[in-house]
């Protein structure tokens, strides 16, 4: 089955405040795709990061950081130093990459980040 | 920067009534999708679309659902008869070449059925 899980339903931190959003995966194709969306009050899927399953490499852009670790199959985003800017629902996507899948994405829950200044 | 459009940006409707709800992708895009989200809910994999057929299709795609690219622009999602729980967010999706491409999303239609 696959599938995406995001544990945390709501975060709430200070401005300034470090926060990781953590997201499981489960899939049995050996070639997948992970995504995080960002979805801020307006409504929109804002996109953040894709990761390929060959590639553990971790990412920093800015503030955001992501730890990809397939031994956990876990994809986690980290915001350093938040803002009242990142209040938003983040959502953690899998897309499966075998033969005769078709792109769509798997979203998990997603979570509710609340920065308060 | 291509986006992807959608229109309208709200529609209320009365139960029993068809809605259209109408999207133009990113223009040398070649994979189209709709999602849906029910309000406070995860964002949910209705249908894929490719070289002018469905692709693949979710359980709650049923025979209420079409999709069509009728012009080589515009990607459309037909609800032929509305219900109450119809009532989501419907986020049209494109994506260029190969799986490993992004797909980018649209603003979404907001439906409300009544």
């Known amino acids: 089955a696959q599938k995406v899980t995001q544990a945390q339903t709501e975060i709430s931190v200070v401005e300034k405040e470090d926060v990781t959003l953590d997201c499981v995966y489960e899939t049995r194709d050996t070639t997948y795709y992970l995504f995080w969306y960002k979805q801020p009050p307006s409504g929109e899927l804002v996109f953040l990061i894709r990761r390929n399953s060959f590639d553990e490499q971790n990412e920093i852009s800015g503030r955001y950081s992501w730890n990809f670790q397939k031994s956990t199959s876990s994809f986690n985003f980290t915001i350093t130093a938040s803002q009242v800017v990142d209040s938003a629902v983040y959502f953690c996507?899998?897309?499966?990459?075998?033969?005769?899948?078709?792109?769509?994405?798997?979203f998990g829950q997603g979570t509710t980040l609340q920065v308060k200044p | 920067e291509p986006e992807v459009t959608q229109t309208p940006s709200h529609q209320v409707t009365q139960m029993g009534q068809e809605v259209i709800l109408r999207c133009v992708p990113i223009?040398?895009?070649?994979?189209f999708y709709w999602y849906r989200q029910i309000l406070g809910q995860k964002v949910e994999f209705l249908v894929s679309?490719?070289?002018?057929?469905?692709?693949?299709k979710s359980e709650i795609f049923d025979d209420q659902f079409s999709v069509e690219r009728p012009d080589g622009s515009n990607f459309t999602l037909k609800i032929r008869s509305t219900k109450l729980e119809d009532s989501a967010m419907y986020f049209c999706a494109s994506r260029g070449g190969g799986l490993q491409e992004t797909q980018y999303f649209g603003p979404g239609t907001r439906l409300l059925v009544l």
């Open positions: 223009s040398n895009h070649l994979y």
């Open positions: 996507a899998l897309s499966p990459g075998g033969s005769g899948n078709t792109g769509k994405l798997i």
């Open positions: 679309f490719y070289n002018n057929e469905i692709s693949e």
